[in-house]
């Protein structure tokens, strides 16, 4: 045996701290691909929408958010909003759902169990979230309305470029 090998306990590995941070960004990447994948497939939007929330809520700690389209009652929001606050919840962010041509999609509202606003890197989550949204949204929209659809024009209506990561194989 070599005089300098100290066995297998003492070879260099990889440092713990990283793995958790690479597991965070697997789970973003497969939670994203099947969320596009169920809205290429026309998955109900409610659906859709829940799991765009169960997503962004995992990935922000302590937080709780929904989705509301224009058209919902808006007493409901009120009530939602005055429920949080009842079992001690806080707005976290407010952030409304554009189409490119400006109208209105929707709205995403976060609730935190601290008074808190969201970090950059939160912030980046959130625009994921949103334009995530306003794809399925828009999607919806179109099924809705078969004689809107024309494919040459979808990327121009969604508002928001994804992108995706490049790969190093």
């Keep these: ?11 260099p590995q990889k440092c713990k701290a990283d793995r958790p941070l690479e597991d965070k ?5 497969d939670a994203e691909e099947q969320l596009l994948q169920s809205i290429s497939t026309r998955a109900a939007l409610p659906g859709v929408l829940n799991g765009i929330c169960s997503a ?17 009652d808006p007493n409901e929001l009120t009530a939602i909003t005055a429920n949080a606050t009842l079992f001690g919840l806080h707005v976290f962010c407010s952030e409304s759902i554009f189409a490119e041509n400006g109208s209105l999609l929707g709205s995403l509202e976060m609730y935190s169990c601290v008074p808190r606003g969201p970090t950059p890197h939160e912030l980046q989550l959130i625009e994921r979230a949103k334009c995530l949204a306003a794809i399925a949204i828009n999607l919806d929209k179109e099924a809705s309305h078969p004689g809107n659809c024309d494919i040459r024009e979808s990327p121009q209506k969604l508002g928001c470029v994804l992108e995706w990561p490049v790969s190093n194989n």
């Design 25 to 29: 960004i697997q789970y973003l990447l």
């Design 1 to 11: 045996m070599n005089e300098h090998d100290f066995g297998p306990r003492f070879r």
């Design 56 to 72: 962004l809520d995992r990935q922000i700690a302590n937080v709780v958010s929904l989705f509301s389209l224009p058209g919902e």
